[in-house]
Protein backbone atom coordinates (compact mmCIF):
# COMPACT_ATOMS: atom_id res chain seq x y z
CA UNK A 1 0.00 0.00 0.00
CA UNK A 2 0.78 3.29 -0.63
CA UNK A 3 -0.25 6.32 2.04
CA UNK A 4 -0.55 9.33 -0.80
CA UNK A 5 -3.54 10.69 -0.98
CA UNK A 6 -5.26 8.17 0.78
CA UNK A 7 -8.59 8.92 3.16
CA UNK A 8 -7.27 8.72 7.01
CA UNK A 9 -9.14 9.44 10.34
CA UNK A 10 -7.35 8.81 13.51
CA UNK A 11 -8.94 9.14 17.24
CA UNK A 12 -6.65 10.45 20.29
CA UNK A 13 -4.62 12.30 17.81
CA UNK A 14 -3.94 15.73 20.15
CA UNK A 15 -1.17 13.73 21.85
CA UNK A 16 1.05 10.69 22.03
CA UNK A 17 0.70 8.12 19.37
CA UNK A 18 -2.17 9.54 17.53
CA UNK A 19 -0.74 12.86 16.98
CA UNK A 20 2.66 10.67 16.01
CA UNK A 21 0.33 8.59 13.36
CA UNK A 22 -0.89 11.85 11.97
CA UNK A 23 2.36 13.18 11.66
CA UNK A 24 3.53 9.83 10.01
CA UNK A 25 0.87 9.59 7.83
CA UNK A 26 0.93 13.51 6.49
CA UNK A 27 4.73 12.57 5.67
CA UNK A 28 3.61 10.01 3.52
CA UNK A 29 1.01 12.18 1.93
CA UNK A 30 -2.30 11.10 3.21
CA UNK A 31 -5.10 12.89 3.71
CA UNK A 32 -5.45 13.12 7.61
CA UNK A 33 -8.47 13.81 10.03
CA UNK A 34 -7.11 14.79 13.84
CA UNK A 35 -9.70 13.95 15.73
CA UNK A 36 -9.73 14.13 19.79
CA UNK A 37 -11.90 14.80 22.36
CA UNK A 38 -9.83 18.02 23.64
CA UNK A 39 -10.35 20.13 20.37
CA UNK A 40 -7.72 22.26 20.97
CA UNK A 41 -5.08 19.40 20.93
CA UNK A 42 -6.41 17.83 18.08
CA UNK A 43 -6.07 21.44 16.43
CA UNK A 44 -2.82 21.74 17.41
CA UNK A 45 -1.57 18.62 16.15
CA UNK A 46 -3.33 19.61 12.47
CA UNK A 47 -1.87 23.13 12.65
CA UNK A 48 2.10 21.07 12.45
CA UNK A 49 1.11 19.47 9.07
CA UNK A 50 0.22 19.97 5.80
CA UNK A 51 -2.74 21.60 4.46
CA UNK A 52 -4.39 18.20 3.71
CA UNK A 53 -4.94 17.74 7.45
CA UNK A 54 -7.81 18.83 9.26
CA UNK A 55 -9.00 18.70 12.90
CA UNK A 56 -12.13 17.66 14.29
CA UNK A 57 -13.82 17.11 17.70
CA UNK A 58 -14.74 13.53 18.67
CA UNK A 59 -15.86 11.61 21.76
CA UNK A 60 -14.94 8.17 20.93
CA UNK A 61 -17.66 7.07 23.84
CA UNK A 62 -20.36 8.90 21.51
CA UNK A 63 -21.05 6.50 18.70
CA UNK A 64 -23.30 8.48 16.82
CA UNK A 65 -20.59 11.23 16.78
CA UNK A 66 -18.13 8.80 16.00
CA UNK A 67 -20.43 7.92 12.73
CA UNK A 68 -21.22 11.13 11.54
CA UNK A 69 -17.17 11.68 11.74
CA UNK A 70 -16.46 8.44 9.22
CA UNK A 71 -19.28 9.78 7.25
CA UNK A 72 -17.85 13.39 6.60
CA UNK A 73 -14.70 11.59 5.68
CA UNK A 74 -16.87 9.44 3.43
CA UNK A 75 -19.07 12.51 1.96
CA UNK A 76 -16.18 14.75 1.09
CA UNK A 77 -13.13 11.72 -0.32
CA UNK A 78 -16.29 9.15 -1.40
CA UNK A 79 -14.31 6.96 0.76
CA UNK A 80 -12.33 6.11 4.20
CA UNK A 81 -9.13 4.19 3.26
CA UNK A 82 -8.08 4.39 7.14
CA UNK A 83 -9.12 4.50 10.57
CA UNK A 84 -6.67 4.87 13.35
CA UNK A 85 -9.16 3.44 16.92
CA UNK A 86 -6.37 5.08 19.27
CA UNK A 87 -7.79 6.99 21.88
CA UNK A 88 -7.15 5.38 25.29
CA UNK A 89 -6.70 6.17 29.12
CA UNK A 90 -5.06 4.03 32.27
CA UNK A 91 -5.84 3.54 35.44
CA UNK A 92 -3.01 2.15 37.37
CA UNK A 93 -3.51 1.23 41.04
CA UNK A 94 -4.00 -1.73 43.14
CA UNK A 95 -7.81 -2.85 41.90
CA UNK A 96 -9.85 -2.26 44.91
CA UNK A 97 -9.02 1.58 44.28
CA UNK A 98 -11.14 1.69 40.84
CA UNK A 99 -14.62 3.04 41.19
CA UNK A 100 -17.24 1.63 38.69
CA UNK A 101 -17.43 5.03 37.61
CA UNK A 102 -13.28 4.39 36.63
CA UNK A 103 -14.46 0.87 35.45
CA UNK A 104 -17.25 2.37 32.89
CA UNK A 105 -15.05 5.35 31.80
CA UNK A 106 -11.96 2.99 31.13
CA UNK A 107 -14.58 0.82 29.21
CA UNK A 108 -16.27 3.05 27.40
CA UNK A 109 -13.10 5.01 26.03
CA UNK A 110 -10.64 2.01 25.33
CA UNK A 111 -13.05 -0.31 24.37
CA UNK A 112 -15.99 0.57 23.40
CA UNK A 113 -14.44 3.79 21.67
CA UNK A 114 -12.93 0.86 19.81
CA UNK A 115 -16.09 -0.88 18.67
CA UNK A 116 -17.54 2.51 17.70
CA UNK A 117 -14.77 2.97 15.23
CA UNK A 118 -14.84 -0.62 13.44
CA UNK A 119 -19.27 -0.09 13.46
CA UNK A 120 -18.98 3.31 11.39
CA UNK A 121 -16.07 2.44 9.02
CA UNK A 122 -15.97 -1.11 8.42
CA UNK A 123 -19.55 -1.77 6.55
CA UNK A 124 -18.12 1.36 4.60
CA UNK A 125 -14.68 -0.40 3.94
CA UNK A 126 -16.81 -3.34 3.24
CA UNK A 127 -18.86 -1.58 0.08
CA UNK A 128 -15.52 -0.24 -0.83
CA UNK A 129 -13.73 -3.49 -1.15
CA UNK A 130 -10.92 -1.97 0.50
CA UNK A 131 -9.80 -0.22 3.61
CA UNK A 132 -7.30 -0.92 6.88
CA UNK A 133 -8.39 -0.95 10.36
CA UNK A 134 -5.93 -0.05 13.01
CA UNK A 135 -6.29 -0.71 16.60
CA UNK A 136 -3.74 0.60 19.52
CA UNK A 137 -3.71 -1.84 22.10
CA UNK A 138 -0.74 -2.56 24.08
CA UNK A 139 1.30 -5.13 25.84
CA UNK A 140 -0.98 -5.28 28.37
CA UNK A 141 -3.30 -6.83 25.76
CA UNK A 142 -1.12 -9.55 25.39
CA UNK A 143 0.13 -10.10 29.34
CA UNK A 144 -1.56 -9.82 32.44
CA UNK A 145 0.43 -7.28 34.80
CA UNK A 146 -1.92 -5.97 38.13
CA UNK A 147 -2.32 -2.64 39.28
CA UNK A 148 -3.46 -2.46 35.62
CA UNK A 149 -6.16 -4.83 35.72
CA UNK A 150 -9.08 -2.49 34.11
CA UNK A 151 -6.53 -1.61 31.43
CA UNK A 152 -5.53 -5.28 30.79
CA UNK A 153 -9.16 -5.94 30.39
CA UNK A 154 -10.03 -3.47 27.85
CA UNK A 155 -6.70 -4.33 25.75
CA UNK A 156 -7.34 -8.12 25.40
CA UNK A 157 -10.39 -6.91 24.47
CA UNK A 158 -9.02 -4.92 22.07
CA UNK A 159 -6.63 -7.84 20.48
CA UNK A 160 -9.59 -10.02 20.36
CA UNK A 161 -11.77 -8.24 18.60
CA UNK A 162 -8.65 -7.35 15.96
CA UNK A 163 -7.91 -10.91 15.33
CA UNK A 164 -11.21 -12.05 14.95
CA UNK A 165 -12.45 -9.22 12.89
CA UNK A 166 -9.49 -9.71 10.67
CA UNK A 167 -10.14 -13.44 10.29
CA UNK A 168 -13.24 -12.36 8.41
CA UNK A 169 -12.15 -8.76 6.93
CA UNK A 170 -9.09 -9.79 5.08
CA UNK A 171 -10.55 -12.05 2.69
CA UNK A 172 -13.03 -9.44 2.13
CA UNK A 173 -10.09 -7.24 1.19
CA UNK A 174 -10.17 -5.01 4.88
CA UNK A 175 -7.20 -5.40 6.78
CA UNK A 176 -6.75 -5.13 10.68
CA UNK A 177 -4.07 -4.23 12.37
CA UNK A 178 -3.49 -4.34 16.55
CA UNK A 179 -0.73 -2.15 17.78
CA UNK A 180 0.79 -3.59 21.23
CA UNK A 181 3.21 -1.47 22.37
CA UNK A 182 5.31 -1.58 25.81
CA UNK A 183 5.63 1.78 27.37
CA UNK A 184 6.07 5.13 25.12
CA UNK A 185 7.06 8.07 25.66
CA UNK A 186 3.30 10.19 26.38
CA UNK A 187 2.08 11.85 28.54
CA UNK A 188 -0.08 8.86 29.42
CA UNK A 189 2.39 7.33 31.91
CA UNK A 190 2.09 10.27 33.68
CA UNK A 191 -1.87 9.96 34.06
CA UNK A 192 -4.30 8.12 35.54
CA UNK A 193 -2.37 7.76 38.96
CA UNK A 194 -4.54 5.60 41.87
CA UNK A 195 -2.80 5.23 45.39
CA UNK A 196 0.53 6.23 45.21
CA UNK A 197 1.24 4.83 41.71
CA UNK A 198 3.48 6.03 39.44
CA UNK A 199 2.72 5.01 36.28
CA UNK A 200 6.37 5.78 34.40
CA UNK A 201 8.15 4.02 36.75
CA UNK A 202 5.56 0.62 36.91
CA UNK A 203 5.81 0.94 32.94
CA UNK A 204 9.48 1.54 32.62
CA UNK A 205 10.62 -1.20 35.10
CA UNK A 206 7.80 -3.70 33.96
CA UNK A 207 9.88 -3.65 30.45
CA UNK A 208 13.62 -2.71 31.91
CA UNK A 209 14.03 0.28 29.80
CA UNK A 210 13.29 3.47 28.25
CA UNK A 211 10.20 4.31 27.16
CA UNK A 212 9.78 3.68 22.89
CA UNK A 213 9.79 6.59 20.79
CA UNK A 214 5.85 7.43 19.66
CA UNK A 215 7.05 8.84 16.26
CA UNK A 216 9.39 5.52 15.76
CA UNK A 217 5.97 3.64 16.19
CA UNK A 218 4.14 5.46 14.08
CA UNK A 219 6.75 4.63 11.50
CA UNK A 220 6.74 0.86 12.62
CA UNK A 221 2.57 1.18 12.22
CA UNK A 222 2.63 2.06 8.65
CA UNK A 223 5.56 0.08 7.53
CA UNK A 224 3.05 -3.38 9.42
CA UNK A 225 -0.14 -2.13 7.43
CA UNK A 226 2.02 -2.22 4.23
CA UNK A 227 3.10 -5.30 5.52
CA UNK A 228 -0.69 -6.07 6.00
CA UNK A 229 0.36 -7.76 9.32
CA UNK A 230 -1.63 -9.02 12.27
CA UNK A 231 -0.16 -7.79 15.51
CA UNK A 232 2.52 -5.16 16.08
CA UNK A 233 4.68 -5.76 19.18
CA UNK A 234 7.33 -2.85 20.53
CA UNK A 235 10.16 -2.76 21.39
CA UNK A 236 12.24 -6.11 20.82
CA UNK A 237 11.99 -7.03 24.41
CA UNK A 238 8.20 -7.03 24.70
CA UNK A 239 8.21 -9.16 21.73
CA UNK A 240 10.39 -11.54 23.86
CA UNK A 241 8.03 -10.91 26.94
CA UNK A 242 5.12 -12.31 24.69
CA UNK A 243 6.52 -15.34 23.70
CA UNK A 244 7.37 -16.32 27.01
CA UNK A 245 3.70 -15.32 28.53
CA UNK A 246 2.55 -17.60 25.91
CA UNK A 247 5.07 -20.47 27.19
CA UNK A 248 5.34 -20.48 30.57
CA UNK A 249 1.76 -18.52 31.50
CA UNK A 250 1.64 -20.00 35.37
CA UNK A 251 5.30 -18.42 35.67
CA UNK A 252 4.79 -15.30 33.85
CA UNK A 253 2.01 -14.81 36.18
CA UNK A 254 4.18 -15.87 39.50
CA UNK A 255 6.53 -13.02 38.40
CA UNK A 256 3.53 -10.22 37.74
CA UNK A 257 2.51 -11.30 41.70
CA UNK A 258 6.30 -10.43 42.57
CA UNK A 259 6.97 -7.26 40.42
CA UNK A 260 3.15 -5.77 41.87
CA UNK A 261 4.55 -6.57 45.34
CA UNK A 262 7.73 -4.73 44.89
CA UNK A 263 5.32 -1.99 43.77
CA UNK A 264 3.63 -2.06 46.29
CA UNK A 265 6.41 -1.45 48.86
CA UNK A 266 7.63 0.83 46.51
CA UNK A 267 4.48 2.93 46.77
CA UNK A 268 3.68 2.50 50.82
CA UNK A 269 7.37 3.54 50.89
CA UNK A 270 6.82 6.78 48.76
CA UNK A 271 3.90 8.12 49.70
CA UNK A 272 3.46 10.39 52.51
CA UNK A 273 0.22 9.64 54.06
CA UNK A 274 1.74 6.16 54.49
CA UNK A 275 5.28 7.34 55.95
CA UNK A 276 2.92 9.12 58.62
CA UNK A 277 1.09 6.20 59.65
CA UNK A 278 4.57 4.51 60.02
CA UNK A 279 5.80 7.52 62.17
N1 LIG B 1 2.12 5.50 25.92
C1 LIG B 1 2.19 4.22 26.19
O1 LIG B 1 3.07 3.78 26.94
C2 LIG B 1 1.22 3.26 25.56
C3 LIG B 1 1.58 1.92 25.49
C4 LIG B 1 0.70 1.02 24.92
C5 LIG B 1 -0.50 1.46 24.41
N2 LIG B 1 -0.84 2.77 24.50
C6 LIG B 1 -2.13 3.17 23.96
O2 LIG B 1 -1.93 4.15 22.97
C7 LIG B 1 -3.10 4.94 22.82
C8 LIG B 1 -2.72 6.40 22.83
O3 LIG B 1 -2.16 6.69 24.11
P1 LIG B 1 -1.02 7.76 24.34
O4 LIG B 1 0.05 7.10 25.07
O5 LIG B 1 -0.73 8.47 23.08
O6 LIG B 1 -1.79 8.69 25.40
P2 LIG B 1 -2.03 10.27 25.47
O7 LIG B 1 -2.64 10.49 26.79
O8 LIG B 1 -0.79 10.99 25.11
O9 LIG B 1 -3.10 10.49 24.31
C9 LIG B 1 -4.40 9.98 24.39
C10 LIG B 1 -5.35 10.94 23.69
O10 LIG B 1 -6.65 10.36 23.76
C11 LIG B 1 -7.56 11.42 23.97
N3 LIG B 1 -8.82 10.92 24.53
C12 LIG B 1 -9.07 10.54 25.80
N4 LIG B 1 -10.37 10.22 25.94
C13 LIG B 1 -10.93 10.39 24.72
C14 LIG B 1 -12.23 10.22 24.20
N5 LIG B 1 -13.26 9.85 24.99
N6 LIG B 1 -12.45 10.46 22.88
C15 LIG B 1 -11.45 10.87 22.08
N7 LIG B 1 -10.21 11.08 22.52
C16 LIG B 1 -9.94 10.83 23.82
C17 LIG B 1 -6.85 12.36 24.92
O11 LIG B 1 -7.41 13.65 24.90
C18 LIG B 1 -5.43 12.30 24.37
O12 LIG B 1 -5.20 13.33 23.44
C19 LIG B 1 -4.02 4.54 23.97
O13 LIG B 1 -5.00 3.64 23.49
C20 LIG B 1 -3.08 3.83 24.93
O14 LIG B 1 -3.74 2.88 25.74
C21 LIG B 1 0.01 3.69 25.06
Known amino acids: MTFAGK ?21 AGAHVVCTDVDETAAGRTAAALSERARAAPLDVTD ?16 RIDLIFNNAGIVWGGDTELLTLDQWNAII ?14 YPQMLRQGHGHIVNTASMAGLTAAGQVTSYVATKHAVVGLSLALRSEAVPRGVGVLVVCPAAVETPILDKGAL ?21 RLARDTLRAIERNKAVLVKPAVAHAQWWFARLAPGLMNRMSMRFVAGQRSRQSRDTPSSAADAG
Do not use: E, K, M, W
Not at 16 to 27: F, M, Q, S
Not at 65 to 72: E, K, R
Not at 112 to 121: L, M, N, P, S
Open 63 to 78: AAAVQAAVDDVVARAG
Open 195 to 215: GGFVGRDYFLQAQGGRPYDAD
Open 108 to 121: DINLRGVVHGVAAA
Open 7 to 27: HALVTGAGSGIGAALCRALDA
